[in-house]
């Protein structure tokens, strides 16, 4: 794994609070991310099934269970970025277990493209695609997640919508460059077997795309009518 340049320009957005609800400032314009967007238009069935969640575990189970998640997930992904870019890693303790599971994926990486840089597109969102890297030959855009089980592939619809966005707005922001993906992949790191992983060829991802934009637009229809 050659990780010692990343080869593109990294970007960053500026966080504000508009009207209490957080964009990013990106040229002088102000765009929503891609998971406020997911997370403010989640359909009624994924918010029930949540509630029904919190409802059998209860308040304060629920909370450390998604405190813990949250924790584990950041913590994870800054160890992964520093490795993509050739930093030196301690890993947790607590985190040993996810990152075996990672190693795998990770020891595929032949070269870093770009690291958890800001990308935007003109339909309105801002994103912060967690890597993209060349893996067998082909550029691939990766998204890190954790879990404490493997995820069937209707529990994910989100990960794939906040993949595909990532992709369009990757493939605009660096244009002159003319980079253009090959493919994404979502790894889930599991805490007792190799990473999970769901890829997604380019037919897929238009088709993805398709959706979100239509999520991007119910959201934009709600808060900026």
């Given at each position: 794994m050659d990780c010692s340049v990343v080869k593109l320009v990294h970007y960053r957005a500026q966080s504000v609070t508009v009207n209490r609800r957080r964009v990013y400032d990106v040229g002088g314009y102000r765009y929503p991310g891609v998971t406020t967007v997911l997370s403010a238009t989640k359909p009624?069935?994924?918010?029930?099934?949540l509630q029904r969640w919190r409802l059998r575990v209860g308040p304060a189970e629920a909370q450390r269970i998604s405190g813990q998640a949250s924790s584990v997930g950041t913590r994870l992904h800054r160890c992964i970025a520093a490795t993509l870019r050739g930093e030196p890693v301690t890993v947790p303790q607590d985190l040993a277990d996810y990152w075996a599971s990672m190693q795998p994926t990770l020891n595929a990486v032949e070269e870093a493209w770009l690291v958890e840089g800001a990308v935007w597109h003109r339909a309105g969102f801002?994103?912060?695609?967690?890597?993209?890297?060349?893996t067998g030959g082909r550029l691939?855009?990766?998204?890190?997640k954790t879990a404490r089980q493997p995820k069937r592939i209707e529990w994910i619809t989100d990960y794939f919508l906040q993949t595909a966005a990532y992709w369009k707005a990757i493939e605009q922001v660096y244009a002159d460059q003319g980079v253009q993906i090959d493919e994404a992949r979502i790894a889930i790191a599991l805490a007792d077997q190799p990473a999970q992983q769901f890829t997604l060829e380019l037919d897929a991802l238009v088709d993805v795309w398709e959706h979100f934009q239509r999520r991007l637009w119910a959201y934009h229809a709600r808060y900026h009518p």
């Open positions: 009624a069935e994924a918010r029930a099934a801002v994103g912060f695609p967690d890597a993209l890297v060349v691939c855009l990766w998204d890190w």
